[in-house]
Each structure stands twice: as structure tokens, then as C-alpha cells.
């Protein structure tokens, strides 16, 4: 199975969200089916067959979720984050003030939704392909 190390070193290539997808396809390699992303630490769950399941230690420093969504605030930080306009912590941090608590990637329907903290589905994009 996979190891953190190795979701490591693939997103290590991730500069903007212009390379998600590319991130994506390394993972599928490795073998993750699933993953949740975590905008309060940045830790991220990552699963795959048989059960299998390891966790990333948190990424930085606490961020408050904002109690209510700003789902139109969000869609403009997410277009500029996947235009390379900003970085992953920019991101995090904007994900946060919109009141975005997480993300899910299925890598079976190559789909990424982004959640607030109520556990509403905020946006669900297609990853290219």
C-alpha cells in the first residue's frame, strides 16, 4: 500500500491548482481511492482498498472555518487558485474565511466536492483528465 512519504513526494510537484490534476493521477498510481482534506490543520485522510487508511499530520497552524459559507467567495478563490494565480496556502486560507471546511476527491468518479462545516455540498467540479 501506499505510504505518507510517497503522497508526499507527488504532491511535491503541486506548485498551483493547475497541477491538480497531475496530482491526482499520481495518486491513483499509488493506489488512493479516496481522500478528505481538512482546511482547519490541513491534514488529509487517504484511503484505498481493503480498508486501508493513513493520515497526514497537520500542515500548519489552525484556521478558523467561518460559521456561514460564501459559496460565490469561494468558486472566485477556487477559479484563481486552479488558474495558478495563487498557492496552496493562499488557498487554505481563503477556503477558510468562505466557510469551506473540506474537500473529498473520489478518484472513481474523478470528482473533487467541497464541503462547509454543516456538511453541505458547497461545489462539486470534474477533474480533468
Known amino acids: 500500500m501506499f505510504t505518507i512519504e510517497q503522497i508526499k513526494a507527488a ?33 488529509t485522510d487517504y484511503l484505498g482498498t481493503d480498508d486501508y487508511k493513513t493520515s497526514s499530520e497537520s500542515k500548519y497552524s489552525r484556521l478558523i ?26 488557498f487554505c486560507i481563503d477556503c477558510a474565511k468562505s466557510g469551506v471546511e473540506k474537500w473529498a476527491v473520489r478518484m472513481d468518479m474523478m470528482t473533487c466536492a467541497y464541503y462547509d462545516k454543516a456538511g453541505n455540498e458547497l461545489l462539486v467540479e470534474a477533474i480533468p483528465q
Do not use: C, M, W
Request: glycine content about 6%; aromatic content about 12%.
Open 11 to 43: 504532491h511535491s510537484k503541486v506548485k498551483s491548482g493547475a497541477d491538480f490534476p497531475n496530482y491526482v493521477q499520481d495518486l491513483i498510481q499509488l493506489g488512493v481511492t479516496f481522500y478528505e482534506t481538512y482546511v482547519s490543520d490541513g491534514h
Open 65 to 90: 472555518i467561518a460559521e456561514q459559507a460564501d459559496a460565490e467567495q469561494f468558486r472566485l478563490n477556487l477559479k484563481a487558485h486552479q488558474q495558478g494565480k495563487t498557492d496552496y496556502a493562499t
